[in-house]
C-alpha cells in the first residue's frame, strides 16, 4: 500500500490522555504534568542534572557557588501575520514566559547560556521561537519566583555578578518600515510617501542613495531605541548578543521599487551600580554574522537567524 493512502495508528489510551494534558497546558498558559514532574525530580535531586556548559565553565561556576539543575526550554509556534519583525519580538516574549515557568518549576534562580532558536514554516507566515538554557540555583538564596533569563554563558555569568554587575534578563527591541508605499496597501508609515530621490537617480545615473541610507539609519536607531526601553524596566544597561537586519526590494507594476527596512536586537539587561569598580574585562557577547564573531574565546557562537533569509526578491 502506498505511504500516502496508509491511515495514521490509533493512538493509545494513555497517550491520548497524555495529549489532551498538552493541549490544555497550553491553552490555560501552564506546563504539562509531564515537566512538571520531571522539573520536580530535578529540583529534589532525584534526577540526573543535565547542562549546557563545557566542564570549564562547570568548574568555575560551581566554585563560586552555582549549581545546574536543568535544561529549560520555551518554545512558541507564532503566526506573526502582516508583521514580521512585531510577530518575532512576541513570539520571543512568549517563549521567554515558557523558560522562566520552567525555571520557577526548576526551583532555579537563574537560566545562563540562553541559544535562541528559529524554524520557519510552510504554514502561512508562521515562525517556531525557541529558548534553550541551563537553570542554575546560587547557594544560600531561595528559589526564584521570577528567575533571571540571560543570554551570556555562565562562565561570564559569574564574572559579572563578581564585579557587582547584576544580568537581570532579556530586552528585545524590533522596527520596521516602508520607503515608497507599502506595496500591500496595509498600515501607514512616516516614510510612505518620500521617494523624491530614489525616483529621480533612476534617470540621472550613479548617485549616492542617501535617502535609502537615513531610511535604514533611522530603523536601526528606533529598533535601539526601543531595545533600551525595553532594557530600561529591568535594568541600566544591555549586552547586545543578537542583531539582524534586512532591506528588501519590491518591484511594483509601471511605478519605483518600494523597500521593506526590519531590524531586530535581542541582549542580556544588566544592572550596574555607579561607580562600580571593574576587577577584569568582560567579554562582549554579540553575534553579527553567522559565519563570524567578535568574540573569540569560545570560537563560534549562536546567532539565532539566518542571513540567507529572504523574501520577494531578496535582500540587498
Partial sequence: ????????????????????????????????????????????????????????????????????????????????????????????????????????????????????????????QSMDFTLLGTAIRVDGLPPSRDPVVATVPALEFVQLLEMGIVPTGIAVGARYEWLGGNPWGYGGNRWGGRMTQMQSSVFAGNQPLTELGQFWEGIRRDAHADLRNHAATMGNGVLAHTQFGQIIRRERDKQPPAYLGRHIVIGTVVDTPFGADIPHAIEPVIDMRDDATLSASRGHRHSVYSHQIGEGEGPI
Avoid at 87 to 107: M, P
Avoid at 109 to 123: E, G, K, L, P
Wanted: proline share 6%.
Fill in 1 to 124: 500500500m502506498p505511504w500516502f493512502n496508509r491511515k495514521a495508528p490509533s493512538l493509545s489510551a494513555a497517550a491520548q490522555a497524555r495529549d489532551r494534558d498538552w493541549e490544555s497546558a497550553l491553552e490555560q498558559g501552564t506546563l504539562p504534568q509531564p515537566v512538571l514532574e520531571r522539573l520536580a525530580d530535578a529540583r529534589a535531586g532525584r534526577a540526573p542534572w543535565v547542562a549546557t556548559m563545557t566542564p570549564a565553565e562547570l568548574l568555575t561556576v560551581r566554585s563560586h557557588g552555582c549549581r545546574p539543575i536543568a535544561t529549560v526550554s520555551g518554545t512558541c509556534w507564532y503566526n506573526f501575520g502582516f508583521s514580521w519583525t512585531e510577530g518575532h519580538a512576541e513570539g520571543w516574549a512568549y517563549a521567554l514566559d515558557r523558560i522562566r515557568q520552567e525555571a520557577f518549576a526548576a526551583g532555579a534562580n537563574a537560566v545562563v547560556d540562553v541559544q535562541m532558536r528559529t524554524i520557519r514554516h510552510r504554514i502561512g
